[in-house]
Nanobody, 119 residues
Framework: VQLQAFGGGLVQAGGSLRLPCAAS????????MGWYRQAPGKQRELVAS???????VYADSIKGRFTISRDNGENTIHLQMNSLKPEDTAVYYC??????????????WGQGTQVTVSS
């Protein structure tokens, strides 16, 4: 399974970005998908995830601002990020799991995409 992420960039505080991630390869083995992020000097953290059935999990820090969605037919997920804050600045990573449940651990990782929010 290969994951390709797009859509990072520089945006002012209060602005929006949309991060797509496309899966290819043995896609029938993909269950849960999600986005992690890692800021300089900090641990990687889960931002949001979504199962094939549409069950979502969000980090408390982004609830109400970010929305994750999934197109099973296209094997893509999107992270819509609104009301961005400087503390959202990080490298964002797309991830996919073999497991289909909401607690499944991630097995595949895409390359990171930089999101920078200026104040």
């Amino acid at each position: 399974v290969q994951l390709q992420a797009f859509g990072g960039g520089l945006v002012q505080a209060g602005g929006s970005l949309r991060l797509p991630c496309a899966a290819s390869g043995s896609i029938f083995g993909i269950g849960r998908m999600g986005w992690y992020r890692q800021a300089p000097g900090k641990q990687r953290e889960l931002v949001a995830s979504i199962t094939r059935g549409g069950i979502t999990v969000y980090a408390d820090s982004i609830k109400g601002r970010f929305t994750i969605s999934r197109d099973n037919g296209e094997n893509t997920i999107h992270l819509q990020m609104n009301s961005l804050k400087p503390e959202d600045t990080a490298v964002y990573y797309c991830a996919a799991a073999k497991g289909w449940v909401v607690t499944a651990s991630f097995d595949y990782w895409g390359q990171g995409t930089q999101v920078t929010v200026s104040s």
